[in-house]
């Protein structure tokens, strides 16, 4: 199995609102990611969790914040977004972080759109 | 990590054709990924490279590693009218976890 389930599929919210974004795997992958894709680009890397820490923070604003309760959960609470913070947000697990090589499997993402 | 050249940006595909699309990279990597995207939708792994000079096959589509692990290549074989999406390259360095993407390849079906 290399499913990594995400919900919601779609969410709209206004910038003054606060919500979470849920990402989940069970293929025992202990290191989990999220990322930012506009249209027609690559995926942006946002933030790694290693072993349910945070390992990696690429610059990102403090209005989205990452939380991974346990090995197979991973959140992002998003609060006081811009128009600009539109986008899809892909979640992904790889076996872990430390060594090279490990492939990532990304989750459907959410299509996130701040009004 | 680093933007990897991808070409061709966009190609037009009539069924049963090959294509070919690459990747090169300045740097060198230990594994080449290859994604495939369909609209709202995330990245589907494709096929995983991880030794220079490596060739590996998933169904119609073939993937090599490049000798000089800068680059990697992806041939399609008798395309069907949902190969369409955008195909991504990617490579991870040595004790890196980052992934670096190529810009990707817009695969569309000619009419």
């Known amino acids: 199995d290399t499913e990594v389930t995400q919900t919601p599929k779609h969410l709209v919210m206004g910038m003054t609102n606060k919500k979470s974004l849920k990402c989940e795997q069970h293929?025992?992958?202990?290191?989990m990611y999220w990322y930012k894709q506009k249209a027609k680009k690559p995926p942006e890397l946002m933030f790694v969790?290693?072993?349910?820490?945070?390992?990696i923070n690429e610059s990102v604003p403090s209005r989205f914040s990452p939380e991974c309760p346990n090995s197979s959960l991973l959140n992002l609470h998003l609060h006081a977004l811009q128009p600009e913070d539109s986008a899809l947000y892909l979640c992904?697990?790889?076996?872990?972080?430390?060594?090279?090589?490990?492939?990532?499997?990304f989750g459907p993402g959410t299509r996130l759109t701040v009004t | 990590g680093q933007q990897l050249n991808q070409s061709p940006q966009s190609m037009f595909i009539q069924e049963g054709e090959d294509v070919s699309m690459n990747c090169t990279s300045s740097?060198?990597?230990?594994?080449w990924l290859w994604y495939k995207q369909e609209p709202g939708e995330g990245p589907v792994l494709l096929i995983a490279l991880y030794k220079a000079g490596e060739l590996t096959s998933n169904g119609r589509l073939t993937a090599q590693f490049g000798i000089t692990r800068k680059d990697s290549f992806l041939n399609i074989s008798a395309s069907i009218p949902s190969d369409v999406g955008i195909y991504f390259c990617?490579?991870?360095?040595?004790?890196?976890?980052?992934?670096?993407f190529g810009a990707g390849t817009t695969v569309t079906v000619r009419a």
């Open positions: 740097s060198i990597f230990n594994t």
């Open positions: 992904a697990s790889s076996q872990e972080s430390r060594t090279g090589g490990n492939e990532q499997y």
């Open positions: 990617a490579g991870v360095g040595s004790n890196d976890y980052k992934l670096s």
């Open positions: 969790y290693s072993y349910e820490k945070l390992s």
């Open positions: 293929m025992g992958h202990r290191a």
